[in-house]
């Protein structure tokens, strides 16, 4: 497949009709080989029969789409209790004002902007800014430590950095010093404190490029093709120190276009969809959302408020209405658990009502998604009366398209959305694969499944095992270029035909839909030699124990199985640290055994014979559900807090760190293994 390709630099072909635009075509850079560890250099496209469309940098998608929606609304910020809108034409123009200013600070080519911060427009400029004046757009989690912005930002060789406020700003001025490449700071948000030398307030930057001339942008934007790298992404470090994934114009703008089609997102001319920004613009999950895509089908992008994800994101969901939302199963759980606490405070009757509704709602949606059928009158009774004013409250009246990615989905989650009558899309891929390979929408959707391989993408399976499943493998114009400066990691990522593996095991059925069936770093390989994916598991623990946060299985090189549990926990709605108070779901659970508790001491230990007979009775019903004994779980123990980002025991988009997990409870792991 790889080695019939041509590696000659194809000239531009201007005009070339596309069922949805028509747009100027990139020349290609020469290239030789489908990947590259080097940040200046370029690649051969995965270009398959199916996928013929002509390449576009970033600029010429951007171009296309202010030709198109130039007069629609673009972006919404709220300022001063007010939101405030730009057109498509003037955020275009905003972009360039910021590429000139990069220009003038002496940002090089292929040299990082790094981005550290929550979500606004100032964001979205820097970011665009930095690809239309030739550099490369990186972004850092705005949770990240000075030591972790030293290492993006060193390996990124950024020239500026851009940072949200004090508190970030005070991060890179700790590492400044050891930042060789560093020519400038930009604060985007608020006053700033004190006068340092190269570091400018926004307003301050957005005027030093006013006497580059357009030309001078211009022609860096024209000598810009579409398989060089624009964009790095770096991986949350789950496994490692974080890698650089470059992804190149084209890995941009193709997986933008074809991944929006997959998930049935609509084009502005035909209705404009509306969504709101929140998750981190590091990761590529909202990348591809937010920015891309809402540039690639004329979206309008509302920007939530930085503590959104502390309490405050439903208030601006209420505000705006969007017509699609995407979530990390993380939020999805938080935003149940809310919903449940709700209603466990509710009066007789309304909790009987409530519980009604979500029961037809539930049994309608299982019975309906897969034969397209109409749902029954009883569905719509239940619908009118309780589950609109629902969705109304968690700011979703307007909502028609839900997505999950970043990490697996919880058959809980999806289940109790479903008795909302919400059904959640859910995306399967990674940063190497510029987001969703597969992708679940209203035209490709079935339960408890990942949907189907994004148009244009292809995949395999290697090592296959009896039952079917066997590592996910992908093809595509979407697949990275390679790690920045990691030619050995690159090799390891890609087999010797150009394939990404994924390091996931997983299975098709007949119709094309997958199943993640876990991950091959994860898979726990008992000392007997059986191999036990965790995460099926886990998820049923947390099914049948509501009281249960978090549950990791353990047992690799072990006689058998144990697990680590936590509860769920109030958290400090600044620092976002889990505290000692139970939560008022864990705390009705607790009161339905009798117990008196309220807080995690008041149970760990086996203080609390109630709940840890419940506990115990829990993991009974797995066990009895296993297909071998090795797979039951022999012990399991609680700790005394939940999982957090700030603990480390989380990623940013709240992934289980396991090899984080099992260094920090060592201790309380070999207490399980003691004869």
Same mark, same amino acid.
């Not at 850079?29 to 390449?55: F, I, M, N, Q």
């Not at 390996?155 to 406020?165: L, P, Q």
């Not at 979407?478 to 010797?496: I, S």
């Not at 829990?618 to 939940?642: C, E, F, M, P």
């Given at each position: 497949?790889?080695?019939?390709?041509?590696?000659?630099?194809?000239?531009?072909?201007?005009?070339?009709?596309?069922?949805?635009?028509?747009?100027?075509?990139?020349?290609?850079?020469?290239?030789?080989?489908?990947?590259?560890?080097?940040?200046?250099?370029?690649?051969?496209?995965?270009?398959?029969?199916?996928?013929?469309?002509?390449?576009?940098?970033?600029?010429?998608?951007?171009?296309?789409?202010?030709?198109?929606?130039?007069?629609?609304?673009?972006?919404?910020?709220?300022?001063?209790?007010?939101?405030?809108?730009?057109?498509?034409?003037?955020?275009?123009?905003?972009?360039?004002?910021?590429?000139?200013?990069?220009?003038?600070?002496?940002?090089?080519?292929?040299?990082?902007?790094?981005?550290?911060?929550?979500?606004?427009?100032?964001?979205?400029? #820097?970011?665009? =800014?930095?690809?239309?004046? =030739? =550099?490369?757009?990186?972004?850092?989690?705005? %949770?990240?430590? /000075?030591?972790?912005?030293?290492?993006?930002?060193?390996?990124?060789?950024?020239?500026?950095?851009? $940072?949200?406020?004090?508190?970030?700003?005070?991060?890179?001025?700790?590492?400044?010093?050891?930042?060789?490449?560093?020519?400038?700071?930009?604060?985007?948000?608020?006053?700033?404190?004190?006068?340092?030398?190269? &570091?400018?307030?926004?307003?301050?930057?957005?005027?030093?490029?006013?006497? $580059? #001339?357009?030309?001078?942008?211009?022609?860096?934007? =024209?000598?810009?093709?579409?398989?060089?790298?624009?964009?790095?992404?770096?991986?949350?470090?789950?496994?490692?120190? /974080?890698?650089?994934?470059?992804?190149?114009?084209?890995?941009?703008?193709?997986?933008?276009?074809?991944?929006?089609?997959?998930?049935?997102?609509?084009?502005?001319?035909?209705?404009?969809?509306?969504?709101?920004?929140?998750?981190?613009?590091?990761?590529?999950?909202?990348? *591809?959302?937010?920015?891309?895509?809402?540039?690639?089908?004329?979206?309008? $992008?509302?920007?939530?408020?930085? @503590?959104?994800?502390?309490?405050?994101?439903?208030? %601006?969901?209420?505000?705006?209405?969007?017509?699609?939302?995407?979530?990390?199963?993380?939020?999805?759980?938080?935003?149940?658990?809310?919903?449940?606490?709700?209603?466990?405070?509710?009066?007789?009757?309304?909790?009987?009502?409530? %519980?009604?509704?979500?029961?037809?709602?539930?049994?309608?949606?299982?019975?309906?998604?897969?034969?397209?059928?109409?749902?029954?009158? &009883?569905?719509?009774?239940?619908?009118?009366?309780?589950?609109?004013?629902?969705?109304?409250?968690?700011?979703?009246?307007?909502?028609?398209?839900?997505?999950?990615?970043?990490?697996?989905?919880?058959?809980?989650?999806?289940?109790?959305?479903?008795?909302?009558?919400?059904?959640?899309?859910?995306?399967?891929?990674?940063?190497?694969?510029?987001?969703?390979?597969?992708?679940?929408?209203?035209?490709?959707?079935?339960?408890? %499944?990942?949907?189907?391989?994004?148009?244009?993408?292809?995949?395999?399976?290697?090592?296959?095992?009896?039952?079917?499943?066997?590592?996910?493998?992908?093809?595509?114009?979407?697949?990275?270029?390679?790690?920045?400066?990691?030619?050995?990691?690159?090799?390891?990522?890609? @087999?010797?035909?150009?394939?990404?593996?994924?390091?996931?095991?997983?299975?098709?059925?007949?119709?094309?839909?997958?199943?993640?069936?876990?991950?091959?770093?994860?898979?726990?390989?008992?000392?007997?030699?059986?191999?036990?994916?965790?995460?099926?598991?886990? @998820?049923?623990?947390?099914?049948?124990? /509501?009281?249960?946060?978090?549950?990791?299985?353990?047992?690799?090189?072990?006689?058998?199985?144990?697990?680590?549990?936590?509860?769920?926990?109030?958290?400090?709605?600044?620092?976002?640290?889990?505290?000692?108070?139970?939560?008022?779901?864990?705390?009705?659970?607790?009161?339905?055994?009798?117990?008196?508790?309220?807080?995690?001491?008041?149970?760990?230990?086996?203080?609390?014979?109630?709940?840890?007979?419940?506990?115990?009775?829990?993991? @009974?019903?797995?066990?009895?559900?296993?297909?071998?004994?090795?797979?039951?779980?022999?012990?399991?123990?609680?700790?005394?807090?939940?999982?957090?980002?700030?603990?480390?025991?989380?990623?940013?988009?709240?992934?289980?760190?396991?090899? *984080?997990?099992?260094?920090?409870?060592?201790?309380?792991?070999?207490?399980?293994?003691?004869?």
């Amino acid at each position: 497949m790889a080695d019939g390709q041509e590696g000659s630099e194809e000239q531009a072909s201007v005009g070339k009709k596309n069922t949805e635009e028509v747009v100027a075509s990139a020349s290609l850079a020469p290239a030789h080989s489908l990947w590259t560890a080097d940040v200046s250099g370029s690649v051969r496209l995965r270009r398959e029969e199916g996928c013929p469309e002509e390449p576009v940098t970033v600029h010429q998608m951007f171009k296309a789409s202010v030709e198109k929606y130039g007069n629609m609304y673009a972006l919404g910020s709220k300022k001063n209790n007010k939101w405030e809108k730009i057109t498509f034409s003037e955020y275009y123009q905003f972009c360039r004002t910021a590429a000139k200013s990069f220009m003038k600070l002496g940002l090089e080519r292929f040299h990082g902007v790094a981005i550290l911060g929550f979500n606004t427009a100032e964001w979205f400029f #820097s970011a665009i =800014g930095a690809i239309m004046a =030739g =550099g490369i757009m990186t972004g850092i989690y705005a %949770t990240n430590s /000075p030591e972790a912005c030293h290492y993006v930002a060193s390996d990124s060789k950024a020239n500026i950095i851009v $940072v949200e406020n004090q508190k970030q700003l005070d991060k890179i001025l700790q590492i400044r010093d050891r930042l060789p490449h560093l020519k400038a700071i930009v604060q985007y948000s608020g006053q700033l404190q004190q006068k340092i030398s190269n &570091l400018y307030s926004w307003e301050e930057f957005m005027e030093l490029g006013l006497d $580059v #001339s357009d030309k001078e942008l211009d022609d860096i934007i =024209g000598s810009q093709r579409a398989n060089q790298c624009c964009v790095l992404i770096y991986t949350s470090g789950t496994t490692g120190k /974080p890698k650089g994934v470059m992804l190149s114009h084209d890995n941009v703008t193709w997986t933008a276009r074809h991944a929006s089609k997959a998930g049935d997102m609509q084009p502005a001319e035909i209705k404009q969809e509306s969504l709101v920004s929140y998750l981190p613009l590091s990761h590529i999950a909202a990348q *591809i959302f937010d920015l891309w895509t809402g540039i690639q089908k004329g979206e309008l $992008v509302y920007f939530a408020q930085p @503590d959104a994800l502390k309490g405050s994101l439903v208030t %601006t969901l209420r505000e705006v209405c969007p017509s699609i939302h995407l979530g990390v199963p993380r939020v999805w759980e938080k935003m149940m658990e809310k919903i449940k606490v709700g209603i466990s405070q509710c009066g007789y009757v309304k909790k009987k009502l409530v %519980t009604w509704a979500m029961a037809v709602s539930l049994e309608a949606n299982q019975k309906c998604a897969q034969k397209n059928e109409e749902k029954p009158f &009883l569905f719509s009774l239940a619908n009118s009366l309780v589950l609109e004013k629902l969705r109304a409250d968690l700011g979703f009246s307007c909502c028609q398209k839900f997505y999950s990615g970043a990490a697996p989905l919880g058959s809980e989650a999806v289940q109790f959305f479903l008795g909302l009558d919400i059904q959640l899309y859910e995306a399967y891929g990674m940063s190497e694969s510029t987001g969703p390979h597969f992708m679940a929408g209203p035209k490709a959707y079935k339960l408890l %499944t990942c949907g189907k391989a994004v148009p244009g993408c292809q995949y395999k399976f290697s090592d296959i095992d009896s039952e079917g499943t066997g590592e996910i493998c992908f093809w595509g114009r979407n697949v990275f270029m390679g790690f920045l400066n990691m030619e050995d990691k690159t090799r390891e990522a890609l @087999d010797e035909d150009g394939w990404l593996r994924s390091g996931d095991m997983g299975k098709t059925d007949e119709e094309g839909f997958l199943y993640i069936t876990g991950r091959i770093k994860e898979l726990i390989i008992t000392a007997g030699g059986e191999n036990i994916p965790p995460l099926p598991i886990e @998820d049923a623990v947390k099914q049948e124990l /509501p009281i249960i946060s978090n549950a990791m299985l353990i047992g690799d090189k072990r006689k058998f199985l144990s697990m680590l549990l936590t509860l769920k926990c109030c958290h400090n709605e600044e620092t976002m640290e889990p505290t000692e108070r139970l939560s008022l779901e864990a705390v009705a659970y607790c009161q339905q055994l009798g117990s008196q508790a309220t807080k995690v001491s008041d149970i760990i230990g086996g203080k609390d014979k109630g709940v840890y007979q419940a506990i115990q009775e829990g993991i @009974d019903r797995v066990n009895s559900g296993a297909t071998s004994n090795a797979q039951r779980i022999q012990k399991w123990t609680i700790l005394t807090k939940d999982f957090s980002v700030s603990g480390g025991e989380l990623g940013p988009t709240m992934k289980l760190r396991r090899p *984080i997990v099992l260094e920090m409870y060592t201790k309380e792991i070999e207490s399980l293994y003691k004869e």
